[in-house]
């Protein structure tokens, strides 16, 4: 069997995905389950398995240029509603053309404060370690 190159197999998964999600339609959602699970199944038998998060990162930038942007948001506390709603007017900004912004909450200890936004093959590092790491690289600059 011929291996599929990434990009069609991200390309594939995108597709079905956001029409899925976007259209709601009761055929395509019964069968996400079953279309991943196939997907899934192929990575295993061609021993792929080490390409999944890139073609998860392939997905999400498909998704953002087609007007659904999903941002990942890590954080040791909870948001609140206001604050997932600016950031999804400041990723809005980033991708004028979108339809839908989702955010995706993640807990993560290692967030002392603050929050790390991921968006398709986008960072930003608004954290209180991230901020004292700049902080600290333009103390530093020059002093060696």
Known sequence: MAKAPRRVI??????????T????????????????DSVASYLLETRR?????????????????VGYVEVIARTAHILTDATK?????????LYPQAEKVV???????????GVRISVANQQLDLSVQGKLNKFKQLTGAGKE
Do not use: C, F, N
């Open 49 to 65: 398995t080490g390409e999944l998060d890139s073609i998860l990162r392939d997905i999400t930038a498909d998704w953002a240029r």
């Open 21 to 36: 999600d976007v259209y709601e339609t009761k055929e395509y959602v019964r069968d996400r389950k079953k279309y991943i």
């Open 103 to 113: 955010v995706t909450e993640v807990a993560d200890p290692a967030v002392i404060g």
């Open 10 to 19: 991200s390309e594939a998964v995108a597709a079905h995905m956001y029409y």
């Open 85 to 93: 709603q600016d950031i999804a007017a400041q990723v809005k900004k």
